[in-house]
């Protein structure tokens, strides 16, 4: 019923930038917190940026100052500016939403496809 459909993602020279977008798209009520994952090959998946209902944004140390979280609540999409790419960024980038949908009174996890990013030297 609910959908995260990612997108931008792609290969870039390290020093350049991508902007990764994730829509969310059914019946839903109400989204809370988005946030960003990353998964290189042969590793744990990891939190890169949260951003809450309020638009306030938390980085990992790795991206800080070079990855911006914005949202577009109208929209149900959340952005991911990704600047001054290293090759140590890449990994498939997934996006997750915390919300609920008209009719429930909980808040559920959804998951987007993942987005490949691959930054070369």
């Known amino acids: 019923q609910v959908q995260l459909v990612e997108s931008g993602g792609g290969l870039v020279q390290a020093g350049g930038s991508l902007r990764l977008s994730c829509a969310a798209s059914g019946s839903i009520f109400s989204i809370n917190t988005m946030l960003w994952y990353r998964q290189a090959p042969g590793k744990q998946r990891e939190l890169v940026a949260t951003v809450t209902s309020g638009g306030s944004t938390n980085y990992a140390d790795s991206v800080k100052g070079r990855f911006t979280l914005s949202r577009d609540n109208a929209k149900n999409t959340v952005y991911l500016q990704m600047n001054d790419l290293k090759p140590e960024d890449t990994a498939v980038y997934y996006c997750?939403?915390?919300?609920?949908?008209?009719?429930?009174?909980?808040?559920?996890?959804?998951w987007g496809q993942g987005t490949q990013v691959t930054v070369s030297s």
């Open positions: 997750n939403a915390e919300l609920s949908q008209y009719g429930s009174h909980i808040y559920v996890n959804y």
